[in-house]
Nanobody, 124 residues
Framework: QVQLVESGGGLVRTGESTRLSCVVSGRASSEYGMAWFRQAPGKEREFVAVITRSGGGTNHADSVRGRFRISRDNAKNTLYLEMNNLGPEDAAVYYC?????????????????WGQGTQVTVSS
C-alpha cells in the first residue's frame, strides 16, 4: 500500500517563500510520476506541477510558472514543491499525488494515490 504524507505548509506572508515535502512509503517513489495539486475553499482542485519518474521532465501550471518549482529526490522517496513570491491566490490545501502512468499528466483522475493535504495560508 502506497502512502503519501505532505508537510511544510503553514502561514506565510505575501512575497515570502516556503517548501512543501511529500514522503512516499510502501513503494519506491521512482515507480511513480508525481504531481502537486491544490484546492482553495469553494474552488475545484487544480493542477500545480508534475514531474516524471526520473525527475528529468517537469511541467508547471501557468499560474505558478516562474514562481514554483517541483523536484524530487528518489533516494529519499520525497517530492518537493518550492514556492516563491507567494500571494493570496496561492492559499489552498496542497496535495501530492502519484501515478504509475508515464508522462507529464495534469489531470487529477489519472493519479492513483493521494496525500492528506497540507494547508498553506498567505497573509498580507
Amino acid at each position: 500500500q502506497v502512502q503519501l504524507v505532505e508537510s511544510g505548509g503553514g502561514l506565510v506572508r505575501t512575497g515570502e517563500s516556503t517548501r512543501l515535502s511529500c514522503v512516499v512509503s510502501g513503494r519506491a517513489s521512482s515507480e511513480y510520476g508525481m504531481a502537486w495539486f491544490r484546492q482553495a475553499p469553494g474552488k475545484e482542485r487544480e493542477f500545480v506541477a508534475v514531474i516524471t519518474r526520473s525527475g528529468g521532465g517537469t511541467n508547471h501550471a501557468d499560474s505558478v510558472r516562474g514562481r514554483f518549482r517541483i523536484s524530487r529526490d528518489n533516494a529519499k522517496n520525497t517530492l518537493y514543491l518550492e514556492m516563491n513570491n507567494l500571494g493570496p491566490e496561492d492559499a489552498a490545501v496542497y496535495y501530492c499525488a502519484a501515478s504509475d502512468r508515464g508522462g507529464l499528466r495534469s489531470i487529477a483522475s489519472v493519479y492513483d494515490y493521494w496525500g492528506q493535504g497540507t494547508q498553506v495560508t498567505v497573509s498580507s
